[in-house]
């Protein structure tokens, strides 16, 4: 566990290396036969590709339901797809689908189709630096900034960022660092684009202009709920706060699971990331030393209402390591000033 110290009004300060390097070694030594977990959840695709066509489908259909049952069809159904989404991206950006990098990517544009908005090519780099520099000052986009965290403060302050939060991830990472532009960025953007000029082109002119508005509504509406208000953006919540000192990273064993391809097993995650998320209860499974006595959920629901509630978990119940060169800046431009 990491050696933590904390003050009022600010993020907790680790002083040593991110835990996972060390267990993944620890645990290799004590069960090589992990090592036979490596590899590929072929199902993947699969899932993606009829995940993406149900929300589509939905999505076109939504303008024939009342105001609410299309708000609950939005919520149960548009809400689970596209936080099932977020998390197949997340698989994918791991190239846990196929082999190839090349087909890992174009995989992952296909399940960025109903989230609006090209992201898939842009979280696979921030959250790359998220698993190598866990907690890095001005490097893991992960953690809120000092803004929101003094922003949104108190039981209101909270709910308000945690009903927003997926506007918070999708633009803060950009605000901390900048994006690096490569080709499959670009490709990401034109896909995202072409793909969804010409859904709702099809809507339009195939069943009407009504449908069409209401397919974008459904669409937003779903992203806004899987982001914020539905059960299983607890992990969120759940994989990084500090709800116990000594401990940054959390594991979930609930049910929610089977519609997230196992990210609740994160410290199990973060450990191997080779191993795709169907086989991370296995490595759990054989290594039961390294993970038993770490603290753990089985409600994200629970953990969301926690945070909520629990005056003593805030947006600073984060973990945070020094960047020496973001710290020698800091003095330069201190010095520059005087």
């Given at each position: 566990?990491?050696?933590?110290?904390?003050?009022?009004?600010?993020?907790?300060?680790?002083?040593?290396?991110?835990?996972?390097?060390?267990?993944?070694?620890?645990?290799?030594?004590?069960?090589?036969?992990?090592?036979?977990?490596?590899?590929?959840?072929?199902?993947?695709?699969?899932?993606?590709?009829?995940?993406?066509?149900?929300?589509?489908?939905?999505?076109?259909?939504?303008?024939?339901?009342?105001?609410?049952?299309?708000?609950?069809?939005?919520?149960?159904?548009?809400?689970?797809?596209?936080?099932?989404?977020?998390?197949?991206?997340?698989?994918?950006?791991?190239?846990?689908?196929?082999?190839?990098?090349?087909?890992?990517?174009?995989?992952?544009?296909?399940?960025?189709?109903?989230?609006?908005?090209?992201?898939?090519?842009?979280?696979?780099?921030?959250?790359?630096?998220?698993?190598?520099?866990?907690?890095?000052?001005?490097?893991?986009?992960?953690?809120?900034?000092?803004?929101?965290?003094?922003?949104?403060?108190?039981?209101?302050?909270?709910?308000?960022?945690?009903?927003?939060?997926?506007?918070?991830?999708?633009?803060?990472?950009?605000?901390?660092?900048?994006?690096?532009?490569?080709?499959?960025?670009?490709?990401?953007?034109?896909?995202?684009?072409?793909?969804?000029?010409?859904?709702?082109?099809?809507?339009?002119?195939?069943?009407?202009?009504?449908?069409?508005?209401?397919?974008?509504?459904?669409?937003?509406?779903?992203?806004?709920?899987?982001?914020?208000?539905?059960?299983?953006s607890g992990h969120?919540?759940?994989?990084?706060?500090?709800?116990?000192?000594?401990?940054?990273?959390?594991?979930?064993?609930?049910?929610?699971?089977?519609?997230?391809?196992?990210?609740?097993?994160?410290?199990?995650?973060?450990?191997?990331?080779?191993?795709?998320?169907?086989?991370?209860?296995?490595?759990?499974?054989?290594?039961?030393?390294?993970?038993?006595?770490?603290?753990?959920?089985?409600?994200?629901?629970?953990?969301?209402?926690?945070?909520?509630?629990?005056?003593?978990?805030?947006l600073y119940s984060?973990?945070?390591?020094e960047n020496p060169?973001?710290?020698?800046?800091?003095?330069?431009?201190?010095?520059?000033?005087?």
């Open positions: 566990m990491a050696t933590q110290k904390k003050s009022k009004n600010d993020f907790y300060w680790a002083d040593d290396k991110e835990p996972h390097f060390q267990r993944r070694q620890d645990i290799l030594k004590a069960h090589p036969e992990v090592s036979k977990l490596f590899g590929i959840n072929p199902n993947m695709r699969y899932w993606t590709v009829i995940w993406v066509t149900v929300q589509m489908t939905v999505a076109a259909m939504s303008y024939q339901l009342g105001w609410i049952p299309f708000l609950l069809v939005t919520y149960f159904v548009g809400g689970t797809i596209i936080h099932a989404m977020f998390l197949a991206v997340h698989e994918i950006t791991h190239d846990l689908a196929f082999v190839k990098k090349t087909h890992n990517n174009i995989l992952s544009f296909f399940a960025n189709i109903p989230m609006i908005a090209p992201y898939a090519m842009a979280f696979k780099y921030y959250h790359g630096i998220h698993h190598w520099d866990q907690g890095k000052d001005g490097e893991d986009t992960d953690i809120p900034t000092l803004g929101e965290a003094m922003l949104f403060k108190g039981l209101i302050g909270k709910i308000i960022w945690f009903v927003s939060q997926i506007f918070f991830y999708a633009l803060r990472p950009i605000m901390v660092k900048s994006l690096k532009v490569n080709k499959w960025v670009v490709y990401n953007f034109i896909f995202q684009i072409t793909v969804m000029s010409t859904y709702f082109y099809c809507v339009t002119t195939f069943i009407s202009g009504e449908a069409a508005l209401s397919a974008l509504l459904y669409l937003f509406l779903s992203l806004v709920f899987a982001g914020g208000l539905h059960p299983t969120f919540i759940s994989e990084h706060y500090v709800f116990e000192e000594g401990q940054e990273t959390y594991s979930y064993y609930g049910p929610l699971n089977l519609l997230t391809f196992n990210v609740g097993y994160h410290n199990e995650h973060h450990d191997f990331p080779r191993i795709p998320g169907c086989r991370l209860p296995e490595l759990k499974k054989m290594a039961p030393e390294f993970y038993d006595h770490l603290h753990s959920y089985n409600s994200w629901v629970a953990v969301n209402w926690r945070f909520l509630t629990d005056k003593n978990v805030t984060r973990t945070k390591r060169t973001l710290k020698k800046k800091k003095v330069l431009e201190v010095a520059a000033q005087k």
